[in-house]
T-cell receptor, first 119, second 116 residues
Framework: AQKVTQAQTEISVVEKEDVTLDCVYE???????LFWYKQPPSGELVFLIR??????QNEISGRYSWNFQKSTSSFNFTITASQVVDSAVYFC????????????????FGQGTILTVHP | GAVVSQHPSRVICKSGTSVKIECRSL??????MFWYRQFPKQSLMLMAT?????????EQGVEKDKFLINHASLTLSTLTVTSAHPEDSSFYIC????????????FGPGTRLTVL
């Protein structure tokens, strides 16, 4: 079974601060995908990033960066110079491949981290 | 690209009525669609997985006679909440995946169901 843990329930920062959202996952599968989604107050989940288990390169996209560490089963997300518009719930998620290389695609979500950025 | 729509966005109904929610992939063909339920301040709970042209696979604890899912085409899946009761009030979200090996799920905007 898969499990995703986002230990931080709520984080509050002031605009322009950097903030890191933690994500730790558990799976016995060696091939899997990790995701981050953003859920603003409107409710729609916005896809941010997908990373497969073979690619441990860190990624940067504008003010967003992700640190994937297989050794610690972590996939942390950092927002640099946070803005009020970053206020949302952020979910980390995991999906695994079945044998044969095809993925059933079921996502296991963490509990989410509520990020509030104050002006 | 990868836009998923849901209709209606909000519905209020009386207890005992049935409600149908539509999920459409607008610019891609979705071989697989997923239905989730989210309670306030909680994570998403997968209810069922539907593959076009076959019966939906329900997660443990989800009543398939209560939550009817149909995936009649590669761009449309429907969730019908039958004989809705106040405890069915929730935020229902669908997602769509283009195909095997394409593991990114794109989510619809959600439907807020309130049963009086």
């Amino acid at each position: 079974a898969q499990k995703v843990t986002q230990a931080q329930t709520e984080i509050s920062v002031v605009e322009k601060e950097d903030v890191t959202l933690d994500c730790v996952y558990e799976t016995r599968d060696t091939t899997y995908y990790l995701f981050w989604y953003k859920q603003p107050p409107s409710g729609e989940l916005v896809f941010l990033i997908r990373r497969n288990s073979f690619d441990e390169q860190n990624e940067i996209s504008g003010r967003y960066s992700w640190n994937f560490q297989k050794s610690t089963s972590s996939f942390n997300f950092t927002i640099t110079a946070s803005q009020v518009v970053d206020s949302a719930v952020y979910f980390c998620a995991l999906s695994v491949f079945f044998a044969g290389g095809t993925s059933y695609g079921k996502l296991t979500f963490g509990q989410g981290t509520i990020l509030t950025v104050h002006p | 690209g990868a836009v998923v729509s849901q209709h209606p966005s909000r519905v209020i109904c009386k207890s005992g009525t049935s409600v149908k929610i539509e999920c459409r992939s607008l610019d891609f063909q979705a071989t697989t669609m997923f239905w989730y339920r989210q309670f306030p301040k909680q994570s998403l709970m997968l209810m069922a997985t539907s593959n076009e042209g076959s019966k939906a696979t329900y997660e443990q604890g989800v009543e398939k006679d209560k939550f009817l899912i149909n995936h009649a085409s590669l761009t449309l899946s429907t969730l019908t909440v039958t004989s809705a009761h106040p405890e069915d009030s929730s935020f229902y979200i669908c997602s769509a995946r283009a195909g095997l090996g394409t593991d990114t799920q794109y989510f619809g905007p959600g439907t807020r169901l309130t049963v009086l």
